[in-house]
């Protein structure tokens, strides 16, 4: 893990972790399959460090404490977003992980098919999320100083809204700063609505 969050998962191999170790590539193979074996370990450390939720009470304080610490752990990690994304972990961190999810949402009333797209659904966004944020050209202080960099380039009779939006920018009334809350907001919001109509009949 420490090789990964130096140098990035591709600089990780088993000649590499040998290397480090002081040990010759080949004794590895006395304790891992393979570089996979090694990957699927790396997941189960990191997916190890994220809160796991509650089951019963506050589903929603439970789900968002979930989130917030996963996108923690992954900006620790600047390697695991895409290596999560990218593998099936089977891990018994993962399990753990993903069925103490589906516990809170089940015990608060959704149903396992509801369950299921509510949690791929948080994760997708938070993924996203972190890799915006990990990728992203410009540190929030910079947002004002670029955005008067680029208007001069914008047509505002072809693009009236960007030359609008990078007027609260530049003017400093709106910060640009993406937000994790704000898009955690909406999806808890409408994951609310939905249980509370699955509980009345409504939906």
Request: aromatic content about 8%; charged content about 20%; glycine content about 8%.
């Amino acid at each position: 893990m420490r090789i990964a969050d130096k140098q990035g998962i591709a600089a990780l191999s088993m000649r590499k972790l040998a290397q480090e170790l002081g040990v010759e590539a080949m004794s590895l193979y006395h304790h891992v399959k393979n570089k996979d074996d090694i990957l699927d370990g790396l997941l189960e450390l990191v997916v190890g460090e994220i809160e796991v939720p509650t089951i019963g009470g506050d589903w929603r304080a439970a789900i968002r404490r979930r989130a917030s610490s996963a996108h923690r752990v992954l900006m620790a990690h600047p390697w695991a977003t895409m290596l999560l994304m990218s593998r099936v972990s089977v891990g018994p961190a993962m399990m753990r992980y993903v069925d103490a999810t589906l516990g809170c949402l089940r015990e608060s009333g959704f149903s396992f098919p509801v369950a299921d797209y509510a949690w791929n659904a948080i994760d997708s966004y938070i993924y996203g999320y972190t890799l915006q944020q990990l990728n992203f050209p410009f540190e929030p202080d910079e947002y004002a100083g670029a955005a008067a960099s680029y208007v001069p380039e914008i047509d505002p009779v072809t693009y009236p809204y960007l030359v609008g939006l990078s007027a609260e920018v530049i003017a400093r009334r709106h910060d640009g700063v993406h937000s994790l809350e704000f898009g955690l907001d909406l999806l808890l919001d409408g994951l609310e609505r939905l249980r509370l109509q699955r509980a009345t009949g409504q939906g």
